[in-house]
């Protein structure tokens, strides 16, 4: 066997649009990352998750008077910087992400601004550029809480350490997990402000670690799964007992899964390396693209 191309390369194709089960994400600006961030809307229940991803959509919802409440991960501007919109909606937050919203100095202090000029600087950008009200929430996540949104069943799992009340979602029926600002991008999730914690960011991260979120939900994740079942022979039911299956794994990844190339023989036995053919199939790219 040959040397395999490009080890390790394949990430799945992360398209952040669409339908998710009885969720729908809101794709940001600028890639969902800051000054924005990338909104759940639960239509049915109208609640809505994050709104700072694309400010028209969001005032169309406004316009229809389709969301019922807001629900906020946690209380950065990149993820508040729409509730404007919905300042007569109930907000729903976690107790410690209470202070930076209801107060522009509570924030300040929660980023640990001191200087006064720059105080006065970020005050100027909060109020004008991310639309800063002060806010009350109207109810207080409570950790490992299950809500029932009838189209969706949500369990809350705060994660504190991004900040000291940072809050994931696990939406039970889809099999999706909304994680807010731990997704791991090489910018974070630990920012260093005056609430962050090290030590709580990684227990956070170890315990999202631990649950189980395939990434079929989406159509892109169910196209990938059917084609490797019909490279590898599962579709027809003949299973693999006359193939060979080569799995090589070397080391993990940023998201600490395991990066794998898989050969596999065919029906006459020739080996064929499996990463290649989801490249060539366009249900992969490489890392870095
Ligand atoms: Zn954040």
Request: contains cysteine; negative net charge; hydrophobic residues 35%.
């Amino acid at each position: 066997m040959g040397g395999p191309p490009g080890r390790g390369e394949i990430l799945n194709k992360r398209r952040l649009s669409g339908r998710f089960g009885a969720i729908r994400l809101i794709p940001g600006g600028n890639g969902g990352t800051y000054p924005h961030c990338n909104s759940v809307w639960i239509e049915e229940a109208g609640v809505l998750i994050d709104p700072a991803s694309d400010r028209g959509r969001l005032e169309e919802l406004r316009r229809l008077g389709a969301v019922k409440a807001v629900w906020l991960s946690h209380g950065h501007e990149d993820h508040f910087a729409d509730l404007d919109l919905f300042d007569d909606c109930p907000l729903w937050v976690s107790r410690e992400e209470a202070p930076p919203l209801e107060s522009l100095e509570g924030l300040l202090d929660a980023y640990g601004i001191g200087e006064p000029d720059h105080r006065a600087y970020w005050r100027r950008v909060f109020e004008e550029r991310f639309h800063f009200r002060p806010r009350s929430p109207s109810r207080f996540f409570r950790d490992g809480e299950v809500i029932d949104l009838g189209s969706e069943t949500v369990q809350v799992i705060v994660t504190p350490g991004h900040t000291p009340g940072h809050a994931a979602f696990l939406f039970r029926k889809t099999g999706a997990l909304f994680l807010g600002d731990y997704d791991l991008t090489p910018f974070g999730p630990w920012y260093g402000d005056a609430g962050s914690s090290i030590e709580e960011t990684l227990r956070s991260i170890e315990r999202l670690r631990g649950i189980d979120a395939p990434e079929l939900v989406s159509a892109d994740g169910k196209k990938a799964k059917e084609f490797l079942e019909k490279k590898l022979g599962l579709a027809e039911g003949e299973g693999l007992s006359d193939r060979m299956v080569l799995v090589r794994t070397e080391k993990s990844d940023k998201y600490d899964r395991y990066l794998a190339d898989l050969f596999y023989t065919d029906k006459n036995g020739r080996e064929i390396y499996l990463n290649q053919e989801i490249l060539a199939a366009g249900l992969a790219i490489r890392m870095g693209e």
